[in-house]
T-cell receptor, first 114, second 115 residues
């Protein structure tokens, strides 16, 4: 497994603003992912964070709304842009050491948009 | 189409008893992996157990075991000797193929352990 941290752990934001969430891993990993979990729902993959190139987004998610960076093999950020109350969710990053293996999750960021 | 189905929104179990959480899946890919995660109220997702489609034996990890019935496409999680700390949401997940990034999660089952 890996030690994964996320910052912030929670935040309350006003609509129309943006929030950047950081994900830090204690060792190099091959794959990093960002998920959204809306209240009472299961997890939905937002995108795969690719090191040194643009993220790969899933259907229904776009770069303008969820820009992602991954400057190296241990760090990634997800920005939730121009937030609305519908963006209130838990955002989780996950990592894999090798492709196709087990994903390990960070502690999550609880976001409430007013 | 829903690929992972967890039919039990909520389950109750008495402390120290065993409980089975159901999970069925749908795939035509011969190579896939099945995962179970625990999500306490804190929100973190904790990896519990993994079963590969080619694994001959059911996976076990401490008090967790996976009852893998390939022909029936089911991957039920069995928790033995339940503890109060087992109260949480439990998610079944599947990944198809060896390098497919898309991990699909079921709707989850909320387990409550009663003292």
């Amino acid at each position: 497994s890996a030690v994964i941290s996320q910052k912030p752990s929670r935040d309350i934001c006003q609509r129309g603003t943006s929030l950047t969430i950081q994900c830090q891993v204690d060792s190099q990993v091959t794959m990093m992912f960002w998920y959204r979990q809306q209240p009472g729902q299961s997890l939905t993959l937002i995108a795969t964070a690719n090191q040194g190139s643009e993220a790969t987004y899933e259907s229904g998610f776009v770069i303008d709304k969820f820009p992602i960076s991954r400057p190296n093999l241990t760090f990634s950020t997800l920005t939730v842009s121009n937030m609305s109350p519908e963006d209130s969710s838990i955002y989780l990053c996950s990592v894999e050491r090798t492709g196709g293996g087990t994903q390990y999750f960070g502690p999550g960021t609880r976001l409430l948009v007013l | 189409a829903q690929k992972i189905t967890q039919t039990q929104p909520g389950m109750f179990v008495q402390e120290k008893e065993a409980v089975t959480l159901d999970c069925t899946y749908d795939t035509s890919d011969p190579s896939y992996g099945l995962f179970w995660y625990k999500q306490p109220s804190s929100g973190e997702m904790i990896f519990l157990i993994y079963q590969g489609s080619y694994d001959q034996q059911n996976a076990t990890e401490g008090r967790y075991s996976l009852n893998f019935q390939k022909a029936r496409k089911s991957a039920n999680l069995v928790i033995s000797a339940s503890q109060l700390g087992d109260s949480a949401m439990y998610f079944c997940a599947m990944r198809e193929g060896r390098r497919n990034n898309d991990m699909r999660f079921g709707a989850g089952t909320r387990l409550t352990v009663k003292p």
